[in-house]
Nanobody, 121 residues
Framework: QVQLVESGGGLVQAGGSLRLSCAAS????????MGWFRQAPGKEREFVIG????????NYADAEKGRFTISRDNAKNTVYLQMNSLKPEDTAVYYC??????????????WGQGTQVTVSS
């Protein structure tokens, strides 16, 4: 079992930056990859980016363009999502997730409660 708590969301103007944090706890964290999803109103939850505690990353969409970067601090059991050049379409609830290594990101094992990111125009 993995427990996840997100923080760092808020209101930011277009072009601005935010850094989200996800504090993880559990007895077998090394068995899980960590990642971020987001869900806008009326849309499906979508995977953004993931990382292993060992440092390997999986990039999608904006992460591939370099606007979003994921990192981790193993000593603090915390992962971060650095979001730069934010756009109004980035507005969503952002969720931290844990997925067993090798299982992909279709069905994460654990979810955080989410943190709201609102990008104003």
């Amino acid at each position: 079992q993995v427990q996840l708590v997100e923080s760092g969301g808020g209101l930011v103007q277009a072009g601005g930056s935010l850094r989200l944090s996800c504090a993880a706890s559990g007895r077998t964290l090394s068995r899980y990859a960590m990642g971020w999803f987001r869900q806008a109103p009326g849309k499906e939850r979508e995977f953004v980016i993931g990382i292993r505690w060992s440092g390997g990353t999986t990039n999608y969409a904006d992460a591939e363009k370099g606007r979003f970067t994921i990192s981790r601090d193993n000593a603090k059991n915390t992962v971060y999502l650095q979001m730069n050049s934010l756009k109004p379409e980035d507005t969503a609830v952002y969720y931290c997730a844990a997925s067993e290594i090798g299982s992909g990101w279709s069905r994460p094992s654990s979810w955080g409660q989410g943190t709201q990111v609102t990008v104003s125009s």
